[in-house]
């Protein structure tokens, strides 16, 4: 069984569907109206500034820039607590009206292979009893009532990145889940490629 979990799961999936074009040139554009700076505009000034706003905390100015990811192979466990931080858009797969029979449960790296054998064994069991009570005509919205937290979604998620930076800063702490972490991790990595100085100073290990 694969490390993130059968039966069926292919692991946390993290794509990126659209972002702002040229985003810190963008941000250098709009924060430079302030102090009518614009003829200073070039690369390494643009990056200058951009430093300069985020160590003073004027982040206010991240906002004309955004991102957007389609989230696949995550927990519900760890969508329910992606899906706290308010100023970000999601969409999520609904339980109510797809039938999930076919999604995966997440391994969490703490169990050993003797645990998981047994998560999956009543894994099965649900997803039997969930396939039965839809057989059965209960509605999916509530035959879903007997699945785990475990089980995989998918979601949109959209945000500015002054947002996502402050995601990527709590979510990606020590002190949060070793999911959401990897899926922080995930999407620093990729914002790091197209805004790399506005995401410079953030880390997730
Ligand atoms: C390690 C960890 C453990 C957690 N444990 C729990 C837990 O046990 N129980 C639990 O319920 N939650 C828990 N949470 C979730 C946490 O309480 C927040 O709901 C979640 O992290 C979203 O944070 P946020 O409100 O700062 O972010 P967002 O909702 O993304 O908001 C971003 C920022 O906008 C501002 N903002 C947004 N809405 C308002 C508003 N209405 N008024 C004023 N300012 C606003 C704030 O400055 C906020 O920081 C935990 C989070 C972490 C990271």
């Not at 005509?137 to 699945?147: F, N």
């Amino acid at each position: 069984m694969g490390e993130m979990g059968a039966p069926g799961a292919r692991g946390l999936r993290v794509e990126l569907l659209q972002i702002t074009p040229d985003p810190e040139a963008l941000i250098a554009r709009c924060a430079r109206v302030s102090h009518r700076s614009e003829a200073r505009a070039s690369a390494e000034s643009d990056r200058e500034l951009i430093r300069k706003l985020i160590s003073w905390g004027h982040e206010s100015v991240l906002e004309f820039a955004s991102a957007t990811f389609l989230v696949e192979g995550i927990s519900r466990a760890a969508a329910n607590q992606l899906t706290r931080h308010r100023l970000a858009s999601f969409i999520q797969e609904s339980q109510r009206f797809v039938d999930v029979r076919d999604r995966g449960l997440v391994r969490p790296p703490t169990f050993n292979d003797s645990q998981w054998e047994k998560a999956c064994s009543l894994y099965r069991e649900a997803m039997d009893l969930y396939e039965g009570l839809i057989a059965q005509g209960v509605p999916k919205e509530d035959a879903r009532y007997v699945l785990p937290i475990g089980v995989e979604t998918r979601l949109v998620v959209s945000a500015n990145f002054r947002e996502w930076r402050h995601i990527i800063k709590l979510r990606g702490s020590k002190a949060a889940q070793w999911e959401i972490r990897r899926f922080a991790q995930e999407v620093l990595r990729i914002l790091k490629e197209y805004a790399p100085t506005v995401f410079a100073d953030l880390e997730v290990r």
